[in-house]
């Protein structure tokens, strides 16, 4: 390995705001069951399928309509 190395002509990651970050997060398991039933059915992860819902809903820019009866 070298002992120094020129980053001078480097170019920055295009992919960095894709990166995704490791959170913790409370879902409940009727919700968790649903995913892991349609990963079943089409073969993607069921944290892809949560992670691909949540930037759909962010991408459309949905609000949450919630009533309380």
Do not use: H
């Not at 190395?5 to 705001?17: E, M």
């Not at 995704?20 to 398991?29: H, P, Y």
């Amino acid at each position: 390995m070298r002992e120094e190395y020129d980053f001078t002509g480097a170019v920055k990651n295009p992919y960095a705001k894709k990166l995704k970050k490791q959170i913790t997060i409370n879902i409940d398991s009727d919700t968790v069951d649903f995913f892991r039933r349609q990963a079943a059915d089409s073969g993607i992860p069921y944290q892809t399928l949560i992670n691909l819902y949540l930037t759909d809903c962010a991408a459309q820019n949905r609000k949450l309509s919630i009533s309380w009866q």
